[in-house]
C-alpha cells in the first residue's frame, strides 16, 4: 500500500464555494502532482511540485491553485467552484530520479452543482 | 516532446484466455516505462516497470511486459486472465526532458468474461 492519502473522498457543493482538496504523503518524496480525470478518461496534470515553495503548471490550464509549504503536503485550491469543476483529483508522489515510479492517493471525486 | 499511445480503446477477453494490452512510445533518449491498472472510484496502482535491463518485466497480479526497442513498445500480458483484472489499464513513460513528469496513454478498458 503507498502512503499517500487525499481528503475528502468525495465532495459535493455548490456553485462559488471555495474548496481545497488535501492531499500528504509519508514518503518523503520530492515530487509531487495532481492530476485531474474525468471518470474512465485519460489523466490531465494540472500541477507539480519539485520540492517545498516550489510549484508549477502542468499541461492542462487549471483555475485551481496549489502550496507547497511542507514536504509531505500539497493542497489544491479551488477559490470559487463551477459546475465546469466537476471532475475526479488525483495526487501523486515520487521520487525525484528517473527509475522511481508514481504512487497515486485514492483521488477525491468533487461534484459541483 | 515525449508521446504514449494505446491504440485499443477496449479489450475483451475470455476468463482463463491470456491477454495482452498495447502501449507503444516516442521518447528521444532511454525510455522509462510504467504500467498502471485502475479499479473504479479509485487512484492508479503500479503494476510494473522498465529501467533497463531484461527485456521481458515482470509485476503485480501475474501480469508482465515486454519491451520492445526497435518496434518502441511495451505490450502489457498476463497468461491466464481472471475477471477480477477486468479494469482501465495505462501506460506511462517518464520524461527526463520535461520536468522529469509522467507521460500517460489515454488508457485501455479491459473486460475479462466469464
Known amino acids: 500500500e503507498a502512503d499517500i492519502y487525499q481528503t475528502p473522498r468525495y465532495l459535493v457543493i455548490g456553485t462559488g464555494k471555495k474548496i481545497t482538496l488535501e492531499c500528504s504523503q509519508t514518503?518523503?518524496?520530492?515530487?509531487m502532482y495532481w492530476y485531474q480525470q474525468d471518470p474512465g478518461m485519460e489523466l490531465h496534470l494540472i500541477h507539480y511540485s519539485y520540492g517545498v515553495n516550489s510549484t508549477e503548471k502542468g499541461d492542462l490550464s487549471s483555475e485551481s491553485t496549489v502550496s507547497r509549504i511542507r514536504t509531505e503536503h500539497f493542497p489544491l485550491t479551488l477559490e470559487s467552484a463551477r459546475p465546469s469543476h466537476t471532475s475526479q483529483y488525483l495526487c501523486?508522489?515520487?521520487?525525484?530520479?528517473?527509475?522511481?515510479?508514481?504512487?497515486f492517493g485514492e483521488g477525491s471525486r468533487l461534484t459541483v452543482l | 516532446a515525449q508521446s504514449v499511445a494505446q491504440p485499443e480503446d477496449q479489450v475483451n477477453v475470455a476468463e482463463g484466455n491470456p491477454l495482452t494490452v498495447k502501449c507503444t512510445y516516442s521518447?528521444?533518449?532511454?525510455?522509462?516505462l510504467f504500467w498502471y491498472v485502475q479499479y473504479p472510484n479509485r487512484g492508479l496502482q503500479f503494476l510494473l516497470k522498465?529501467?533497463?535491463?531484461?527485456?521481458l518485466v515482470k509485476g503485480s497480479y501475474g501480469f508482465e511486459a515486454e519491451f520492445n526497442k526497435s518496434q518502441t513498445s511495451f505490450h502489457l500480458k498476463k497468461p491466464s486472465a481472471l475477471v477480477s483484472d477486468s479494469a482501465l489499464y495505462f501506460c506511462a513513460v517518464r520524461d527526463l526532458n520535461y520536468g522529469q513528469n509522467f507521460v500517460f496513454g489515454p488508457g485501455t478498458r479491459l473486460s475479462v468474461l466469464p
Open positions: 501523486a508522489s515520487s521520487e525525484y530520479g528517473g527509475g522511481g515510479e508514481l504512487f
Open positions: 521518447v528521444s533518449g532511454n525510455p522509462y
Open positions: 522498465y529501467i533497463t535491463g531484461d527485456n
Open positions: 514518503m518523503g518524496h520530492d515530487k
